[in-house]
C-alpha cells in the first residue's frame, strides 16, 4: 500500500499532465505494488482537488464491463469514475482541438436517477425503481497516463486506468428520455461511425448480459466506501463497443436506431 504522500505525488502528476496535455508514466511501473485501494485514493485524491478548484460531480462511469473493452485493453476487472460538470457536452458538440490529450470515443447507455441508490444488497429490481430514464450517450476517454512505457513495453494495468479517474473525459448525452419500462436494454445498441464510415456496431447486452448489472455492481462497490449514487446523478453503464480513436478533424456519429442518433465533432 502507497503512503499518503506517494499518493498526493501521483495526484499531482495526473492533474499537470490533464492540464499540461502531457501524459505522464505509468503508476503500476513506479509502485508495482499498488493495490485498487491505492488507486481508487488516488482517484478520489484527484476528484477533490478538481471539487475544490470549483467542479462538480453529476455522476459515475462504469468500465471495463463487456469483453470488447476487456479484450481492447487486456483488462478482466471492471472500474469506475466520476463525472463532473465541465465533462458534458450537447449533441453535435464541436470538441475544441487541444482540450483532450488522446480522445477516444465509445457508445454507451446513460442511467438518470430518479432517486439516490446505496447499499451492498441493492438489486436489479432497486436500480430499475430507482431509475427516471435512460438514453444514448457517447463517452469521451483520455489517458493522462500513457497506454504504454516505450522504454519498457509494458502496458497499462486497472490500477493505472482507476487511478486515471477510469480514463473518463467527457460525455455526449443523447437527448431522447426513455422509460426502462419501454425498452429491452438488452437489444438496445448502435452503428458507430467515423466520418461516414462505420466502426463499430454492439448491443446493450454486451454490458455483463445487461447494462443494470453494471449499475448494481457500482452500487456495491461505492458501499464499501460509504458512497452511493445520488437523486439526478448520470450514470453511464459501460461501453458495449470497442474504443474509437477520435483525431483531428472527425466526426463521430451514433446511431442507435429507433432511439435516436448522436455526435460530435473534433475540431
Known amino acids: 500500500m502507497l503512503t499518503t504522500a506517494e499518493r498526493e505525488a501521483q495526484v499531482a502528476l495526473l492533474d499537470t499532465a490533464e492540464r499540461n496535455g502531457v501524459q505522464t508514466g505509468l ?68 470538441i475544441p482541438a487541444g482540450r483532450f490529450i488522446q480522445p477516444r470515443i465509445e ?18 429490481c432497486d436500480v430499475l425503481d430507482a431509475t427516471a430514464y435512460v438514453a ?51 437489444w438496445m445498441g448502435a452503428i458507430v461511425s467515423r466520418n461516414a464510415v462505420v466502426e463499430e456496431t454492439g448491443l446493450g447486452a454486451g454490458v455483463l448480459n445487461h447494462p443494470v448489472r453494471g449499475i448494481v455492481w457500482l452500487v456495491r462497490r461505492l458501499a464499501a466506501y460509504g458512497q452511493g449514487i445520488d437523486a439526478g446523478h448520470v450514470v453511464l453503464a459501460g461501453s458495449f463497443i470497442r474504443p474509437i480513436e477520435a483525431r483531428h478533424g472527425d ?14 465533432y473534433f475540431e
Not at 459515475?60 to 470488447?68: D, N, Q
Not at 516505450?150 to 490500477?159: D, L, M, N, Q, S
Not at 466526426?251 to 460530435?264: E, K, N, R, W
Request: aromatic share 4%; glycine share 10%.
Open 136 to 186: 444514448p450517450a457517447l463517452e469521451i476517454l483520455d489517458t493522462r497516463i500513457v497506454r504504454v512505457d516505450r522504454e519498457t513495453g509494458r502496458a497499462r494495468t486497472v490500477i493505472d486506468t482507476i487511478a486515471d479517474n477510469a480514463a473518463n473525459a467527457g460525455i455526449v448525452l443523447g437527448g431522447q428520455a426513455i422509460r426502462t419500462g419501454d425498452v429491452d436494454m438488452r
Open 107 to 124: 457508445a454507451e447507455i446513460a442511467f438518470v436517477m430518479k432517486t439516490p441508490l446505496r447499499g451492498a444488497d441493492v438489486g436489479i
Open 251 to 264: 466526426t463521430i456519429v451514433a446511431d442507435y436506431g429507433p432511439h435516436g442518433t448522436l455526435s460530435c
Open 27 to 94: 503508476i503500476s511501473g513506479r509502485y508495482p505494488d499498488a493495490d485498487l485501494d491505492d488507486a481508487y485514493a488516488i482517484q478520489a485524491g484527484w476528484i477533490k482537488r478538481k471539487i475544490a478548484a470549483g467542479r462538480r460531480v453529476i455522476g459515475w462511469k462504469i468500465g471495463l464491463t463487456s469483453r470488447a473493452m476487456q479484450s481492447a485493453l487486456n483488462i478482466e476487472t471492471q472500474d469506475s469514475g466520476v463525472l463532473l460538470d465541465d465533462m458534458m457536452f450537447e449533441d453535435g458538440a464541436h
